[in-house]
Structure formats: C-alpha cells, structure tokens
Antibody, heavy 120, light 107 residues
Framework: EVQLLESGGGLVQPGGSLRVSCAASGFSFSTYAMSWVRQAPGKGLEWVSG????????YYADSVRGRFTISRDNSENTVFLQMHSLRADDTAMYYCARGRIIIQSPLLEWGQGTLVTVSS | EIVLTQSPGTLSLSPGERATLSCRASQSIISNYLAWYQQKPGQAPRVLIYGASIRATGISDRFSGSGSGTDFTLTISRLEPEDFAVYYC????????FGQGTKVEIK
C-alpha cells in the first residue's frame, strides 16, 4: 500500500524559513516523480513544485520560484520542501503527491498534508 | 501558462440526478493531459480521471470524463450521497495548473 506521510508544518513568522518533509513507503520511491501541492484555507489547489525520480530535474510555480527548494533523499524515501522568505499568503495545507515516472503525470497518490501558518 | 476555468462554481442537485461539470482551457491541451480530482471536507484530494477519460483505479463507473483540446467534461451519472464534494480539473503538462473548482452540493 502506498503511503505518504508529511511532517514539519507549523507556525512561522513572516520572512522566516521552514522545511516540510514527506516520507514515502509502499512503492519504489526513486522511480517516481514527486510533487507538492498546497491549499490555502477555504481556497483551491495550487501546484507548488515537482522533482524527478533521480532528483536531477526540479520544477516550481512562479509564486515560489527563488524562495522554495524541492529535494529528495532516495536512500531515505523522503522528499523535502525547503521554504524561505515566507509570506502570509504561503499559509496553507501542503500536500505531498506521487504521480508516475515522468513529472508530466496525474497525481495518483496523496498524503494527508501538513499545515504551514505564516503569521506574527 | 494554461488557465483552466471551471463552471459552474456551484452545482445544486439531488441524489440520483446527473451532474455535468465543465473545464475550459485557455489554450489547447496536448496529449489530453487533463485530470479530475474529488476533494471532501478535511480530506486530501483523490484522482478520479486522467488522460481526460481514463478512470483511475477503484473509481466507480458512475464517473466519466470526456473532451479534448480546450473543452473537457466530468459527468457523474447518478449522484450518490458520497459524491457531494468539490471537484478540480488539472492540466498536468507544462504548468500543472488547477481549475478553481466546482462544488457539488445537495439541493
């Protein structure tokens, strides 16, 4: 059974940094591209970032490019999202999701999310 | 960047009725890289349809997707109580954008 377990969310001040993680199990992790999708309270879904199975290719939404960095540790079956210069509008539930081998794929499996709140 | 516009914003229907949800793209979507997701309150989204018309594993045949180019449709043939939720379309090609969602509520 595929499982994705996010962690690391919490309260952070504007301008601060936070790293969220997603521990994966139940599949050959290094084979699959992974993505982060966020959802602000009461709002819709926003794709944030994606990474290829090898980690050699990364992709970002314009809204986070230059502030967020996605990475993965295939030996630990974990994908990370390092967030810097956080703003109030980054407040959201952050979901980890798995597609297929290529990054241009539907998001077939989702974690339950970790909540990031940016507030003073 | 392709912008996806979903309509209507809210659909008020009764159980047993047919639901038709629309997703229109600002540019033609190649290779039918279009997916539909369902999200219930307090839950993560789950994929229903990908490739515009391919049902994901375990999804009821009450759900069907159609369309190509810039116009796509999700149809729920007969609404069950568990189908009342928010539905999103997504272009999973270049910009991986989502539509703004359609809420299907009980009339």
């Amino acid at each position: 059974e595929v499982q994705l377990l996010e962690s690391g969310g919490g309260l952070v001040q504007p301008g601060g940094s936070l790293r969220v993680s997603c521990a994966a199990s139940g599949f050959s992790f290094s084979t699959y591209a992974m993505s982060w999708v966020r959802q602000a309270p009461g709002k819709g879904l926003e794709w944030v970032s994606g990474i290829s199975g090898s980690g050699g290719s990364t992709y970002y939404a314009d809204s986070v490019r230059g502030r967020f960095t996605i990475s993965r540790d295939n030996s630990e079956n974990t994908v990370f999202l390092q967030m810097h210069s956080l703003r109030a509008d980054d407040t959201a539930m952050y979901y980890c999701a798995r597609g297929r081998i290529i990054i241009q794929s539907p998001l077939l499996e989702w974690g339950q999310g970790t909540l990031v709140t940016v507030s003073s | 960047e392709i912008v996806l516009t979903q309509s209507p914003g809210t659909l008020s229907l009764s159980p047993g009725e047919r639901a038709t949800l629309s997703c229109r793209a600002s540019q033609s979507i190649i290779s039918n890289y279009l997916a539909w997701y369902q999200q219930k309150p307090g839950q993560a989204p789950r994929v229903l349809i990908y490739g515009a018309s391919i049902r994901a594993t375990g999804i009821s045949d009450r759900f069907s997707g159609s369309g190509s180019g810039t116009d796509f449709t999700l149809t729920i043939s007969r609404l069950e109580p568990e189908d009342f939720a928010v539905y999103y379309c997504q272009h999973y090609g270049g910009s991986r954008t989502f539509g703004q969602g359609t809420k299907v509520e009980i009339k």
